[in-house]
Nanobody
Framework: QVQVVESGGGLVQAGGSLRLSCAAS????????MGWFRQAPGKAREVVAR???????NYADFVKGRFTISRDNVKKTVYLQMNNLKPEDTAIYYC???????????WGQGTQVTVSS
């Protein structure tokens, strides 16, 4: 069984930064691809960034150059460094194991990010 707990969200002004953390459980963390996702009010959840077991990353176009995903396999934690935040980045941010995204019960509570203009 796997579990994720997100933290680090908050209220920030446009142009500011936040660092999100995702603490994961599960013995297969180090060999699992992980992702950050977000869901804004009235919109579907969307992929923000992904990182595989080897540390290779890819990003949605709307965050390229601003956000950085990383992982610490010893701490079983995934991070999302968010710089130059924009009001349109306002959303609940979630992380998950990529292999579990279709399982409804696998999602955590998320962490709210609000960017004021």
């Amino acid at each position: 069984q796997v579990q994720v707990v997100e933290s680090g969200g908050g209220l920030v002004q446009a142009g500011g930064s936040l660092r999100l953390s995702c603490a994961a459980s599960g013995r297969d963390f180090s060999i699992s691809a992980m992702g950050w996702f977000r869901q804004a009010p009235g919109k579907a959840r969307e992929v923000v960034a992904r990182i595989n077991s080897g540390g290779n990353t890819n990003y949605a176009d709307f965050v390229k150059g601003r956000f950085t995903i990383s992982r610490d396999n010893v701490k079983k934690t995934v991070y999302l460094q968010m710089n130059n935040l924009k009001p349109e980045d306002t959303a609940i941010y979630y992380c998950n194991f990529l292999q579990w995204t279709t399982v409804p019960g696998s999602w955590g509570q998320g962490t709210q990010v609000t960017v004021s203009s």
